[in-house]
């Protein structure tokens, strides 16, 4: 006790630098032995295994944003006088979908089914990978525009028989 009491300052700095670097050295061993001690665990998923076709079935049949038909040509009237079906959010009922259509010189937007879209343009009807759209009261099909397709463009709009 009588020792502690006649300690510099300078053998206290050193002594309490002392008790640091041994608090250190026990922290890095205790650190080093628990990872080698410790058994690696191994790669698994939690998740059963399924083909990516199942998985995804539900989503996929629902074509929340419509659906691009596949293989020959496009389909004739993919675009009507300059308008550009962008994505589709189709109903089970045709008249009760929404569809997101490009015009000439202007942005995007989304129309409901009966909602006027320009000057003579009704949207009619909004199906999984085409919408109905009536020009001064004759109907006209817009099909889908697919993406990444290097197929000659579709051909202007062509009136649909009902």
Known sequence: MDRLKHL?????GILLLEIALVAALAISLAHWTWV???PRAAAASALPEQ???QSHGPVV???LFGAAQDGGPPAAGGSSGGLTLLGVFAERNPGAGRAIL?????RPAMFAAGE???????LREVHADHVIVLREGAP???ALERQGSHAAPPVAGTPVRK
């Not at 510099?8 to 206290?12: N, P, Q, T």
């Not at 490009?102 to 202007?106: E, L």
Request: charged residues 30%.
């Open 36 to 38: 080698a001690v410790t």
């Open 51 to 53: 083909p990516a076709a």
């Open 102 to 106: 490009a015009r000439p010189g202007s």
């Open 8 to 12: 510099s300052l300078r053998e206290a």
């Open 140 to 142: 006209e099909r817009v």
């Open 116 to 122: 006027p879209i320009g000057e003579g343009l009704v």
């Open 61 to 63: 049949r629902r074509h």
